[in-house]
């Protein structure tokens, strides 16, 4: 086990989320209307039994702080807490993979044993699940960036891919901005919303109009959460961080829409 693993949570704190999870009070909502308004309360009340009930969380918590996890920036006011899983070979190719929300490191955990001959860095976004605790608890995408470019000199990387997605797709291209010669190659799994959101290009052909249109309509559907975290988020963060059925709902209902499970 790394010295630099998260921290493992406390028999307390896992005895007070369990009675919280028991003591869940289910919310009235109109039936019919399934997740067409937002999480699906027989689903929801389904997932908080298990959670409460069957949940193993040692077993999982013990997974996760076995990850080769290191820590850069010590002293500073962004510290980087990260998974580096280096590679037998010395010279083998050196990638960052940065994760977007409402996931965090655990979005590559099926591909860290396929991609064992390169050296991977694998940091957890500042103010997301894992990371090390920062100044302000959390930084813009260009702070990230800088902080991230510093672990990378930190353990000796001058130059890697950068593969990103979601909100780590701003921090990938603020990387690329700033670091040209630290990056080899990008990869973006979409394009930022603010490249339609803020200053839109006008010069732009009927396909690309028509995206912009398509991403300002989802923006309107799904993009409350983004406006709310944005601007308000210490008013959402006492009942995401209050009440463990809160968050499960928060989170649940983007999971659930965004990987096109649907069901």
Same mark, same amino acid.
């Given at each position: ?88 070979? +010395?010279?083998?190719?050196? #990638?960052?993979? @940065? =994760?977007?929300?409402?996931? &965090?490191?655990? %979005?590559?955990?099926?591909?860290? !044993? ?63 901005? +700033?670091?040209?010669?630290? #990056?080899?190659? @990008? =990869?973006?799994?979409?394009? &930022?919303?603010? %490249?339609?959101?803020?200053?839109? !290009? ?62």
């Amino acid at each position: 086990m790394s010295d630099h693993a998260p921290s493992a949570v406390t028999r307390p704190v896992l005895d007070d989320l369990r009675t919280r999870l028991r003591a869940y009070r289910r919310i009235e909502l109109p039936v019919g209307f399934g997740w067409e308004r937002g999480v699906d309360g027989d689903y929801l009340a389904g997932l908080i039994d298990y959670w409460a009930t069957s949940y193993d969380w040692r077993e999982h918590e013990e997974r996760i702080r076995a990850l080769p996890w290191t820590l850069t920036g010590t002293g500073s006011d962004s510290p980087i807490r990260a998974i580096h899983q280096r590679s037998d070979t +010395a010279d083998a190719p050196v #990638v960052l993979l @940065l =994760h977007g929300w409402p996931d &965090s490191v655990l %979005r590559f955990q099926k591909i860290l !044993p396929m991609l064992s001959e390169m050296h991977l860095v694998v940091p957890a976004l500042p103010g997301f699940p894992f990371a090390a605790p920062v100044a302000r608890r959390g930084v813009s995408a260009a702070g990230a960036a800088e902080a991230i470019t510093n672990a990378m000199a930190e353990l000796g990387y001058d130059r890697y891919v950068v593969s990103a997605g979601d909100v780590g797709c701003d921090v990938a291209e603020a990387i690329a901005d +700033a670091r040209p010669d630290a #990056v080899a190659a @990008l =990869h973006l799994t979409d394009v &930022s919303q603010y %490249r339609y959101l803020v200053d839109p !290009p006008r010069d732009v052909s009927e396909s690309e109009r028509a995206y912009m249109a398509h991403g300002h309509r989802w923006q309107d559907t799904e993009g409350g959460y983004m406006h709310l975290q944005r601007t308000k988020p210490h008013t959402v963060a006492v009942g995401l961080g209050d009440s463990p059925a809160g968050l499960a709902a928060w989170l649940l209902e983007k999971l659930r829409a965004w990987t096109g499970l649907r069901g």
